[in-house]
């Protein structure tokens, strides 16, 4: 079957259609198992995996992939087909973003799940049952936050307690000696991201060994909403690559985002 071509309009409403009421529908399933008696497992080195990751990955699966055979597919918890790297149009999935959080009986966990184009996200939806989050975009018409439109807050100026992130890594922008105070810890990496485009946080930090499907939805939230985010070089993050792991990364309004950018391009992290 060839490629689809997401410049279709048809397709385009019908992918963000299918995409919000899946997310929905996983969201509700990964709620319904929140705080009851689980299976729970390590995969590789320390990552926590339960029955309800695999159950929300097989539904997501199940109802994306069936109404789209020819896109790609990318999940964290789906064996890694290496013929995503053909296919122009890829879902890339997480199916409980911060499964630690949700194991641990926590609120900020998600459901992520966005559509790439060649290496860019094109669609996006981001869906925290637990705080009644649902984010979506679309690229090049905006970002909602439970169907109204948000946007990250202008300006340049580091407030620390509106930032969050590693803090060794949010740190490096103090160039006034002191301690300084950062917002809570989030548990969830892509609703972290998020909370930017919305304005919750002025700017959020991704560290180290992150991957495609921790990122993509959020990817195009932030940037959707006058955001920005990037490695701390400025470069653009690129999805479905055969490598899917990420370095340092800053999401930020457009301002913002330049300032820090451009604060570590004189400090480099060692």
């Avoid at 199916?95 to 949700?102: E, L, S, V």
């Avoid at 922008?173 to 300084?180: P, V, W």
């Amino acid at each position: 079957m060839a490629d689809a071509d997401f410049s279709d309009t048809m397709t385009l409403t019908r992918d963000a259609a299918l995409l919000q009421d899946t997310v929905r529908e996983a969201g509700d399933l990964a709620q319904s198992m929140f705080r009851t008696e689980l299976k729970k497992w390590i995969k590789g080195a320390s990552s926590p995996v339960s029955e309800a990751d695999i159950a929300v990955n097989d539904l997501l699966e199940a109802r994306l992939r069936g109404a789209t055979p020819d896109y790609g597919w990318l999940s964290e918890e789906s064996a890694d087909d290496a013929s995503r790297l053909s296919r122009r149009l890829t879902w890339v999935v997480d199916p409980i973003d911060g499964t630690r959080n949700y194991l641990n009986g926590h609120d900020e966990w998600c459901v992520s799940v966005a559509l790439v184009e060649v290496s860019a996200p094109v669609l996006a939806a981001v869906f925290a049952p637990t705080t009644n989050e649902f984010f979506f975009a679309v690229r090049g018409q905006g970002t909602t936050l439970n169907g109204n439109p948000v946007r990250a807050t202008p300006g340049s100026l580091l407030d620390f307690a509106r930032m969050a992130g590693p803090k060794p890594m949010v740190e490096r922008l103090n160039t006034n000696a002191g301690d300084i105070k950062l917002h809570p810890r989030i548990g969830s990496l892509a609703l972290r991201l998020c909370r930017v485009a919305n304005g919750s946080l002025d700017a959020a930090f991704a560290g180290g060994n992150s991957h495609d499907w921790d990122l993509a939805a959020a990817d195009l939230i932030v940037q959707e909403a006058d955001g920005r985010m990037s490695d701390l070089s400025g470069d653009p993050i690129l999805y479905n690559r055969r490598e899917v792991t990420h370095g340092v990364l800053v999401a930020a309004g457009r301002d913002r985002h330049a300032s820090i950018v451009a604060h570590f391009r004189n400090r480099p992290l060692p």
